[in-house]
């Protein structure tokens, strides 16, 4: 051994501070290769706090300790992955640090990657509980909180996407991820492969997230057998172990006050346990390590560079013990030079030549639909920013549980090697919708809704949606979806659907004396309404499409405690576009919406039981919206409008206005009438982030200024009669919605504060 090492630090301070003004150089004895102690680095599970591996990392070059081996579980296994790639401490850091590992527990596209159907779908039922019901009614479990397709795009990412491998030992420094086979129970040493998915095996929560298969195993993290692989490393030749354990402390028996924390006591018994098996097996000349990381707990990614210096702290501390092990410049660069010669012989490039695809399709679609939809030209050179978006391609579409690929090199060829799960708690999907705004004054709204979706109709894609809705609106309505190609370029649609609703009119003279009134009244009326369509559709773009159909409806309208009663029907053509690219619909940051319809209708109508009009008219709509963002500063400009001339004496086609950002001041919908122009200009702050790992709820504060008007006659349209209008607000977009907490003030007077919590209501 080197006798400096064996000083320690202040030892060698000592000798050098005695010889004075001499210059001297301390060299350590050059150690052959070969004649060395073979170290093995194991590291273990732990989540955030796994960024202390790398600050351990960090001294050990620092201080010239190689690295021969590395085993690892779940974050350790990805810290230990990153190093044997030949990477230096440095750049795992780097690279750690800077990752949003929050989107590791994304399994579904951002809403901008979905198409206009799957938008407006989400967008109306914003609860997206995605449960899996039989047609028969017959719940079917999730595999998984989470199916871990935002992790499998994050690890390929952190990786290089680097090809398969044939075993482990090609790494730069020979590797093993530990996992654990959930069917047996038993420990499994990752050795070949894709990194990427033996990383995201090991770090495979049980529960949380989907398992990994590899081979024949159906793997999860591998904390709770074997949390610090010692006896892999062992088995891979290591001579000294270097061991760095993350471990949790156990609650005390004053904590242990809920269904949670009493879970976690057993989960963290046992991966303490399997440590301590692990640890049994150290000698006399190994080191074991346990950075101080108590302050944070495993999804605390926002402080990682604490956990980092952490292990930083952890490993100076044992500095006397590790420089035992400590190579001679010379050495040491040998050493280095043999890492770097094998990491230039590890092939990670941004970009590879596809040959073919192979396909291993796991759902009920044909492989004709699924390359369709996926959309990736092979016989080229395809970057890794390519493929990601054909992926996110395939998997904005929402039916898919993970969605995962590898570059295979065989016999010449860069072969695409492709999995596709399909959900398997599908076909049919239950997700719901809340709404409640309160205006602490005039009125309380509330709704509560359920969307049934079941897909797979046809091979294309074909789709059967239900949805009913109770509250202080109330609807039901079907639809059948089929697209007519593979790529879901071209669609036919037809659906039927019924609602009431309550609004409030204002009569002039004139349409008060049609119902044997004297002077401007205010009626309060019931709406009830049949309605079908059918159409045919045509997606640009994912987030562009247009639409021509044809609609009918057919209705009445009751005034409330009253005997007044207006039949009516229409039916006629339209055609609709709309150009969608928001990141979200209700805090949006970036993208742009414009929404247009235009339709003609041949309406009925009958007053009382009288005579029957009869009457022909354009009716038309249409609204804008454009987010500008700086840093945490979002002002959202928004306009929307719309009208129909028609001479019933209650309007057909009604516009509306009234409730927070709507005219703030009026309570929802208290504003109706045949036309429509409305404004807004929305100033947002962001708050606070409130990033929970899995979720985030953050908090915003703002205020708004608003004019617009509804009118009954279009020779009423004027700025003039416009109303102005303003509101200051406090917001949470939580997983149920939107939350607001509002004051809104109009100058007609009107004011309200509100109390908001979901989607607007329909």
Do not use: C
């Not at 206009?116 to 909180?145: C, H, M, N, T």
């Not at 054909?390 to 570059?407: C, E, G, K, S, W």
């Not at 109508?605 to 009457?615: A, I, M, P």
């Amino acid at each position: 051994m080197l006798w400096m090492g064996r000083l320690g630090f202040g030892g060698s301070m000592v000798l050098l501070m005695l010889l004075g003004s001499v210059a001297v150089t301390a060299q350590v004895p050059s150690t052959p290769e070969g004649d060395r102690d073979k170290i093995g680095l194991v590291l273990s599970g732990g989540g955030a706090k796994g960024a202390a591996h790398i600050g351990v990392l960090a001294v050990l070059e620092e201080n010239r300790i190689p690295v021969d081996v590395i085993t690892g579980t779940s974050m350790g296994a990805y810290v230990g992955g990153m190093y044997a790639m030949g990477l230096s401490a440095e750049e795992v850091k780097n690279r750690t640090l800077a990752a949003d590992w929050q989107s590791g527990y994304e399994d579904r596209a951002s809403r901008n990657d979905l198409n206009l159907r799957r938008k407006k779908q989400s967008d109306d039922y914003q609860v997206y509980a995605d449960i899996g019901v039989d047609i028969d009614g017959e719940f079917r479990d999730k595999p998984g909180a989470f199916q871990g397709q935002g992790m499998a795009v994050l690890l390929r990412s952190l990786t290089d996407n680097l090809p398969e491998m044939a075993s482990f030992d090609e790494l730069a420094i020979p590797y093993r991820a530990m996992a654990t086979d959930i069917a047996q129970v038993k420990p499994v040493a990752i050795d070949k492969g894709h990194l990427a998915t033996a990383m995201q095996a090991s770090m495979t929560v049980p529960g949380a997230l989907k398992p990994v298969r590899w081979q024949q195993h159906l793997l999860v993290d591998g904390g709770v057998v074997n949390n610090m692989p010692v006896d892999t490393a062992l088995q891979l030749g290591a001579d000294v172990i270097i061991a760095v354990d993350l471990r949790d402390v156990l609650y005390g028996e004053g904590e242990l006050d809920s269904a949670l924390n009493i879970i976690a006591q057993l989960t963290t018994f046992m991966t303490n346990s399997s440590a301590d098996r692990q640890k049994s097996l150290m000698k006399p000349k190994d080191i074991y390590l346990q950075p101080e990381v108590s302050f944070m707990l495993a999804p605390d990614f926002d402080k990682m560079a604490q956990a980092y210096n952490a292990g930083r702290k952890a490993a100076l501390d044992a500095l006397p013990q590790l420089r035992r092990y400590q190579l001679s410049p010379e050495d040491y660069q040998a050493y280095q030079k043999l890492k770097f010669d094998s990491r230039s012989q590890v092939v990670a490039n941004s970009a590879y030549f596809i040959d073919r695809i192979e396909l291993e399709n796991n759902t009920l679609r044909s492989d004709q639909a699924l390359l369709a939809l996926l959309d990736l030209k092979v016989g080229r050179v395809v970057p890794n920013e390519e493929l990601e978006l054909a992926v996110n391609r395939l998997n904005a579409h929402d039916i898919f549980a993970r969605i995962t690929y590898r570059i295979k090199q065989l016999d010449h060829e860069n072969v695409l090697a492709l999995e596709v799960n399909e959900k398997s708690w599908g076909p049919g999907y239950l997700n719901f919708k809340f709404a409640f705004e309160d205006d602490f004054a005039n009125r309380s709204d509330f709704s509560f809704g359920a969307q049934y979706l079941y897909t797979n109709l046809t091979d294309k894609g074909g789709e059967w949606q239900f949805e009913w809705l109770l509250g202080s609106w109330k609807e039901v309505s079907t639809e059948f979806y089929f697209p007519l190609d593979y790529r879901k370029q071209f669609y036919t649609s037809l659906g039927l659907g019924w609602n009431r609703e309550i609004r409030e009119f204002t009569l002039n003279e004139q349409q008060s004396e049609e119902i044997g009134r004297s002077g401007p009244s205010v009626i309060d009326t019931e709406y009830k309404n049949y309605t079908g369509f059918a159409e045919i559709g045509w997606n640009l773009k994912p987030w562009t499409g247009v639409a021509v159909g044809y609609r009918g409806l057919s209705g009445e309208v009751n005034e409330l405690n009253a005997g007044e009663r207006q039949e009516y029907s229409s039916h006629g053509p339209y055609v609709s576009f709309a150009y969608d690219d928001l990141d979200s619909y209700y805090f949006p940051a970036e993208g742009g919406l414009f929404e247009a319809e235009l339709g003609l209708g041949f309406n009925r109508s009958r007053l009382n039981g009288g005579e029957q009009l009869k009457d022909k008219n354009l009716y038309y709509e249409a609204r804008f919206s454009k987010p500008l963002s700086y840093q945490r500063h979002t002002i959202l400009m928004a306009l929307k409008g719309g009208g129909s001339d028609t001479d019933e004496l209650i309007p057909i086609y009604v516009q509306d206005l009234g409730g927070l950002f709507n005219l703030s001041g009026f309570h929802r919908y208290e504003l109706n009438g045949r036309y429509r122009a409305f404004g807004v200009l929305l100033y947002r702050y962001r708050l606070l982030d409130n990033n929970f790992g899995a979720f985030s709820a953050p908090v915003y504060v703002g205020g708004s200024l608003e004019r617009g008007g509804v009118w009954d006659e279009s020779s009423d349209i004027r700025w003039q009669s416009t109303i102005g209008a303003a509101s200051v607000y406090l917001a949470v977009d939580s997983p149920l919605g939107p939350l607001y907490f509002a004051y809104g003030q109009a100058e007609a007077g009107e004011s309200s504060f509100y109390l908001s919590v979901g989607s607007a209501l329909n």
